[in-house]
C-alpha cells in the first residue's frame, strides 16, 4: 500500500509514523528508523511545536539547539507572511489579501501548531467569498483533525461543509467530502455508514492527499465485509472491476474476500491472520482491532452455520482447520453475546441451529419498548399524584 504516497500529504504520512513510534508491537531496530524518518521529516518543514508534543510525548531526546534553530527560523518565516499580509492589506485587493491570509494558515499547518491554526483559517475564512474556496478551508482543518485524530473537530467541519453544499459546491468537492467523512465513520466505529460512503466514492475517488488509493481500497473492502450482504457483497465489492485491479496488490485481502464469498474456510483463516497484522498496525482501525475480529467472525460462523439445520462441532471445526476445542470456546462465547442464533449440545457434540424469525423478533421488540413505556408511564403518575 506504498502506491501514490507521494501525493498524500507529508503530515498525515508523519502522524502514520508518528503512531507507529506508540505502537507495542513495532520492533525496536524499526523504531529506530521511523524515529530518524520522523525527525527528519520535522527538519524539513521546521515543525517546531510538533517537535514539543514530540518530547513531551517521550518519543523523542530533547535537543535544544535543534529546537532553538527550528524556532528561529519559524519566526523569521512567520515575520515575512505577516509583512505580506500588511502589503496586501495596504497596497492590494481583497483577493491577494485574502491568498496572504491563507498562506499563513497553511505555514501553521506545516510545522503542527494546531491552535494558532484554527484561529488564522478562521481569520481567513472571514477574508474568503466563494463557496469553493471556503470548501478548501474545511478540507484544511479535516486534514488537521486527522493528523491529531480530533474527532470533535473532524465531525463539526463535515457538519459544516454539508451546510456550504446547500449554498452550492461542485461535485468533485462532494466526492471528497465522502471519503473524508467515509474515514470518519470508520475511526469512530460507524463501519456500516463507511462502506456505503467510500463505495459510492469508489469510480470517483481523487482523494490522493488523504490516503494512497490501495490504502482506500483495504479500507473499503473491510468495512463492507462486515456491513453487506452476501448478495451486496458479491455485487458491489467480489466483482466490482474498480476493486478486481488493485486488491491482489493488497497482502491477504484477495485470499480473505475469495475465500469468504466461496467459503473456503480454512484458507480464509490464514489470510484472517495476515489481514489482523495490517489491521492491529492502521492508525484509523487499531483502536477498533478486537471489535472488528469479533465482527468478522461472527460474519464467517453465521454464514457457515447458515447452510445448516444441525452439525457436528467436529465437522465445523475441520471445515475451519482449528480444534473441536477452540471451535467449541469461540462459539460459546459469541452465542452468549447473542451474535449467533444456535445451541451447542455438548453431550452429541451437534450444533443446532435456530434462524431468527424477523416477524416473531419485531414483535418480542414492540412488547418490550411497550412494557417500558408502561414504567415510565407509571413512574410519571406517582410522581404527579405526589
Known amino acids: 500500500m506504498e502506491g501514490q504516497e507521494e501525493n498524500q500529504k507529508s503530515q498525515l504520512i508523519l502522524a502514520n509514523k508518528r503512531f507507529l513510534l506508540t505502537h507495542p508491537d513495532v520492533l525496536d531496530i524499526e523504531k ?72 499563513k494558515s497553511l505555514f501553521y499547518i506545516r510545522i503542527g501548531d494546531k491552535e494558532k491554526a484554527l484561529e488564522q483559517l478562521k481569520i481567513t475564512e472571514s477574508k474568503t467569498v466563494a463557496v469553493g474556496q471556503k470548501m478548501d478551508l474545511v478540507f ?45 465513520c470508520m475511526s469512530t466505529r460507524n463501519f456500516k455508514k463507511a462502506a456505503n460512503l467510500f463505495l459510492d466514492s469508489i ?81 484509523y482501525l487499531h483502536p477498533h482491532f478486537r471489535y472488528y475480529m469479533r465482527e468478522i467472525r461472527t460474519v464467517v ?22 480444534t473441536v476445542e477452540f471451535i467449541d470456546l469461540e462459539l460459546s462465547h459469541f452465542i452468549a453475546a447473542g451474535k449467533l442464533h444456535c445451541k451447542i449440545d455438548k453431550v452429541a457434540g451437534v450444533l443446532e441451529t435456530s434462524r431468527p424469525d424477523a416477524k416473531n423478533a419485531l414483535y418480542q421488540a414492540t412488547i418490550k419498548q411497550g412494557d417500558f413505556l408502561l414504567n415510565r408511564i407509571q413512574k410519571l403518575s406517582r410522581v404527579i399524584d405526589l
Open 32 to 103: 529506530v528508523r521511523l524515529k530518524e524518518e520522523v525527525l527528519a521529516a520535522v527538519n524539513a518543514d521546521d515543525m517546531a511545536p510538533f517537535y514539543e508534543n514530540l518530547v513531551a510525548d517521550g518519543l523523542v531526546e530533547r535537543d535544544r539547539d535543534f529546537f532553538c534553530s527550528m524556532h528561529a527560523k519559524n519566526e523569521d518565516e512567520l515575520k515575512c507572511v505577516d509583512e505580506k499580509i500588511a502589503d496586501a492589506e495596504e497596497n492590494l485587493g481583497e483577493s491577494e489579501v485574502r491568498e496572504a491570509h491563507l498562506s
Open 140 to 184: 484544511h482543518t479535516l486534514q488537521l483533525g486527522l493528523f491529531y485524530m480530533d474527532f470533535d473537530l473532524i465531525s463539526r467541519s463535515i457538519d459544516k461543509a454539508k451546510n456550504l453544499f446547500e449554498e452550492g459546491g461542485d461535485w468533485e468537492r462532494k466526492n471528497h467530502l465522502k471519503v473524508y467523512e467515509g474515514l470518519y
Open 203 to 283: 469510480s470517483t475517488f481523487t482523494t490522493y492527499e488523504l490516503l494512497p488509493y490501495d490504502t482506500f481500497i483495504f479500507y473499503t473492502v473491510l468495512t463492507s465485509i462486515i456491513s453487506l450482504d452476501r448478495v451486496l457483497l458479491k455485487q458491489k465489492v467480489v466483482d466490482a472491476p474498480e476493486i478486481l485491479t488493485v486488491i491482489g496488490k493488497i497482502p491477504y485481502l484477495s485470499d480473505f474476500l475469495n475465500s469468504l464469498y466461496d467459503c473456503q474456510y480454512k484458507s480464509l483463516f490464514s489470510a484472517f491472520a495476515g489481514l489482523a497484522e495490517q489491521i492491529k498496525l492502521d492508525r
Open 301 to 322: 460462523y453465521s454464514q457457515f452455520l447458515e447452510s445448516y439445520k444441525s452439525v457436528t462441532i467436529e465437522a465445523m471445526a475441520k471445515a475451519f482447520g482449528v
